[in-house]
């Protein structure tokens, strides 16, 4: 009997602000991960890459500050750097916790490339900030060298890219050989380093940011996933969230979630992406169901038990 394939999307919660709580965060999140595995399940991890990425960005963003001798680092490299710690984190953790169960289990980390449409109209209007807080003075400058800021919640200015859809992972079927012999596989972090393929069929980085759970949709479906779980701060989907009459959802369907997102239930910088990729896997082949839900509730969220579950 084939397995169920899983594609897991870790957010923040499961990674915790820096290096230290990483490890701790990691550890706790391996746990849920082989408890997942241990119910027969191949299991594919993706993950974010906020705080770290932007870690990454303003350390080398400093440096540049601090000394002549060295150049802008391209935002790709950062998404690169912060795939290879946080996967090696998230590795050792999952293998220790294999071992710690008597498991003889195989994991491995795949960095990742995800392609992205050079014409995506995200490129003309760029909304994710990143790197370091500049005055009002560098950002004029920044601006004046074609290079996009805009002031950030009253804490200064910051460089803005793109947030493009991403088209297709270009180490899909490593992945796919790595599933087929029996690897948990952490692939597709931070969204994917994002790249354009040029007029001679190199990969090339571009400054852009993928979402991680639009990531985790397209890597689901591609590699014909029966659920994508979707780890989030929330056990379970509200609409009216925060009101007087805030409702849980257990089970939505295709069409309530887009009637709930015509009426704004969902915020933009939050559950609203999770609702979209949701939708998008769910809708990519009959049978294929979203679960939303938090890290310690996902093997309940599989048995029906809890979370929201988004299907056609």
């Not at 002549?68 to 996967?87: C, E, F, H, R």
């Not at 890219?161 to 991403?166: E, I, K, L, T």
């Not at 369907?253 to 939708?279: D, H, R, W």
């Amino acid at each position: 009997m084939e397995k169920k394939k899983v594609v897991i999307a870790l957010g923040g919660n499961a990674l915790g602000k820096d290096i230290e709580e990483q490890k701790e965060a990691v550890a706790k999140t391996a746990k849920v991960i082989v408890d997942l595995a241990e119910q027969g399940l191949d299991i594919i991890i993706t993950h974010g890459n906020g705080p770290q990425v932007g870690m990454i960005q303003k350390a080398m963003d400093n440096l540049i500050c601090e000394s002549d001798n060295y150049k802008q680092v391209p935002l790709p490299t950062s998404v690169a750097m912060s795939q290879g710690y946080i996967g090696i984190d998230l590795q050792n953790a999952i293998k220790y916790e294999l071992y710690a169960r008597g498991i003889d289990g195989k994991v491995s980390t795949i960095l990742s490339q995800v392609e992205v449409d050079p014409e995506d109209e995200a490129f003309q209007n760029p909304t994710k900030p990143i790197g370091r807080f500049m005055t009002k003075e560098e950002a004029e400058i920044n601006e004046a060298n074609g290079i996009r800021c805009m002031e950030d919640a009253g804490r200064g200015y910051r460089v803005v890219v793109a947030s493009p859809m991403p088209k297709r992972i270009r180490e899909l079927l490593t992945i796919k050989t790595l599933v087929g012999a029996g690897h948990i596989v952490i692939t597709c972090g931070g969204g994917g380093i994002p790249v354009i393929s040029d007029e001679k069929g190199r990969l090339v980085g571009v400054n852009a940011v993928i979402d991680k759970d639009n990531a985790s949709s397209l890597l689901a479906s591609q590699l014909d996933a029966d659920y994508l779980i979707i780890l989030t701060a929330v056990e379970k989907v509200a609409i009216n969230f925060g009101k007087e009459n805030q409702e849980w959802l257990s089970d939505l369907t295709v069409e309530q979630a887009k009637e709930y997102i015509a009426q704004g239930q969902f915020a933009k910088g939050s559950m609203l992406p999770k609702i979209e990729a949701a939708i998008r896997f769910a809708e990519s082949a009959p049978g294929r169901r979203t679960l939303i839900t938090l890290l310690d509730k996902a093997a309940a969220g599989i048995a029906g038990e809890t979370g929201t579950v988004i299907h056609v």
